[in-house]
């Protein structure tokens, strides 16, 4: 993986504003420490940073390759799962290649088949291809958004970036926010809308989106979108058909020239990952698979069964590191390191985010990284599935609201009066839209149709946020982290799968479990879900509390919005908060973070509100 930005300003020589693209090229040296490199051609500018996973010597970028009297200039983050598929096509067409690197094999797909390419891509990326003559620049982004690209069409022309602050750096875009950009923050956040970058004026590719900018102007084509389709196979042949798209998804992403390990929850989901990857090592004589997993100090004194998070980790963790014979690692984070890490994963977000379940998996990152450059990880398979449990309770599932923050109220009273008075109806509008365009079947029943809308929901909502969350908290030490779950013909298959097939046995991922029972501990398979561990300590809570009274002592612009004693009864009366600010796990410490996140994010960006 890698950072990639790019300038088009028809009014500048960028060969003499070398100044600004060495700054946006600075801003992503996190993604990609290894290498970087810069292409110029007047008033274009492309720019890289490299992550070296593959093919070192002949992977580097920009990547430039002359065809047919066109030179064609490619900087690219990601990696393609079916690359030797591709470069076999090619190589029966006439091309040749260099080396055995990813990068190649979309420049010369791209040369080939034009935007078309897309469609025979399966992997994660996001890449930029310049056409010198035709000055013509093609944006594109992988079918389920796993890697960002931001962009921002100005007057004289467009920058874009793997982050939001590659475009700040460009001096192009200033860290303004409006009305809109504060109803995101407050109403919706952690989630932001798909493709709404919260300042004025950034956007981001959807998922499955591809753009090309000529001539001072943006077109953009999605080309993949979920489609509602008519489920033929049978229970035998869907229970089939799911181990072969997981395991056929698990072996193709452990192809890398560098080392590889496993993120371990003791999870059904990275448990399935961690089998599939030794199984897949043992029949190949490779060596042990490698395997972390986070822990908070303290952390069981203060657990407590919930709803949410029925059982702890540990036990399971340990079935599972017998079963698949793993080399395993515990990371062990201390809460005020916790704490101190929000700032962090401000800047790696960008914006004020997910608050100590990033904070805990930047500082898990951080340690892995130490060894490793590339880890696979269970992510998005409660999302295509059925795991949350919205899914399951009828009372929850039926609601017409997001149902992960069923109501507003905790938001509202952080807000003083009369601030942002139409949050509750931008968030309704934003919920109406994704439900409005879910494709259906005429012969979905009634609970089959809004499980389409659920996953519709929660694939373009909370799977982003935990996708965002997920690439910007790795790539802040430099970590590729892949994601078998999120191959596209895994999420299309997981569409059109009727319910009562997906919650087979009325479990929640039922028919996955069905799948990899036998192959896994019987007591992995049939495991309640559990989510991403988070701290139990009050510690933490204290520390927060601590430094948002702080926080609420100094006069600014945001404080301009807060108000003190809804936050103070936040404090106060913790427990009081039935509904979390957001998914599972953000309750009042989380809530008092978030403010912590919103301060710095403030004055560390210099935000200004319009």
Request: proline share 4%; net charge positive.
């Amino acid at each position: 993986m890698c950072g990639i930005a790019g300038l088009v300003d028809n009014n500048v020589n960028l060969s003499q504003n070398l100044k600004v693209l060495s700054k946006m090229s600075k801003t992503l040296k996190s993604r990609g420490p290894d290498e970087d490199g810069i292409y110029i051609d007047h008033n274009t500018a492309l720019i890289h940073r490299r992550l070296v996973v593959i093919d070192k010597l002949r992977g580097r970028q920009p990547m430039i390759y002359i065809h047919k009297k066109e030179k064609y200039v490619i900087v690219y983050n990601g990696e393609l799962y079916n690359t030797e598929e591709l470069r076999n096509d090619l190589k029966s067409k006439g091309y040749t290649f260099s080396g055995h690197s990813d990068t190649e094999v979309v420049l010369k797909s791209y040369v080939e088949y034009g935007k078309d390419c897309v469609h025979r891509f399966n992997g994660i990326f996001a890449f930029a291809v310049y056409e010198t003559r035709s000055k013509r620049i093609f944006l594109c982004r992988d079918k389920v958004g796993v890697k960002p690209l931001f962009y921002s069409v100005f007057k004289n022309g467009i920058v874009f970036g793997s982050e939001i602050k590659a475009l700040l750096a460009s001096g192009r875009v200033k860290p303004v926010i409006d009305v809109e950009g504060l109803n995101e923050i407050f109403f919706l956040g952690p989630a932001r809308t798909p493709g709404n970058g919260i300042f004025k004026n950034v956007n981001e590719l959807l998922p499955g989106e591809c753009a090309t900018y000529e001539k001072g102007k943006l077109e953009k084509i999605r080309y993949f979108k979920l489609q509602a389709r008519e489920h033929t196979d049978t229970p035998a042949q869907t229970v089939e058909k799911v181990r072969y798209l997981l395991t056929d998804a698990v072996e193709k992403q452990l192809v890398t020239d560098v080392p590889l390990c496993f993120f371990l929850s003791g999870g059904l989901d990275s448990s399935i990952i961690v089998q599939t990857a030794s199984n897949y090592y043992k029949r190949n004589n490779k060596p042990q698979a490698v395997t972390y997993s986070v822990e908070y100090k303290d952390n069981m004194k203060y657990f407590e069964k919930s709803l949410f998070q029925p059982t702890a980790d540990v036990d399971f963790i340990n079935l599972m590191v017998n079963s698949a014979n793993t080399i395993h690692n515990e990371v062990i984070l201390d809460n005020v390191d916790l704490a101190q890490a929000l700032y962090d994963s401000v800047i790696a977000r960008d914006l004020p985010g997910y608050v100590d379940v990033d904070s805990s998996l930047l500082l898990f990152c951080k340690e892995i990284k130490k060894n490793y450059t590339v880890a696979l990880s269970g992510e998005c398979a409660d999302e295509l599935f059925g795991g949350y449990p919205w899914y399951h309770n009828k009372t929850i599932l039926f609601q017409d609201n997001f149902p992960w923050s069923t109501t507003q109220e905790i938001r509202r009273s952080i807000l003083k009066k009369g601030a942002l008075p139409k949050g509750e109806e931008y968030v309704r509008e934003k919920y109406l839209q994704t439900v409005n365009s879910t494709d259906k079947l005429s012969t979905d029943s009634k609970q089959n149709s809004r499980m389409r809308e659920m996953f519709m929901l929660n694939y373009y909502w909370f799977m982003q946020c935990l996708l965002e969350r997920k690439d910007r908290c790795s790539m802040y030490s430099g970590l590729e982290v892949r994601v078998p779950f999120c191959d596209y013909r895994l999420v299309e298959y997981s569409y059109n799968m009727p319910w009562e097939l997906k919650a087979y046995n009325n479990r929640e991922k039922g028919i996955v479990r069905k799948a990899f029972e036998g192959i896994l501990p019987r007591e992995i398979v049939w495991r309640k879900k559990s989510p991403y561990p988070k701290t139990h300590n009050p510690m933490y809570m204290k520390i927060c509390t601590e430094k948002v009274l702080d926080i609420l002592k100094k006069k600014t612009a945001l404080n301009e919005l807060l108000d003190e004693n809804g936050i103070k009864q936040i404090m106060q009366h913790p427990d009081d908060i039935v509904a979390p600010w957001y998914g599972q796990l953000m309750k009042a410490p989380q809530i008092l973070a978030y403010i912590i996140e919103l301060d710095y994010w403030f004055e560390k960006y210099n935000v200004n509100i319009e």
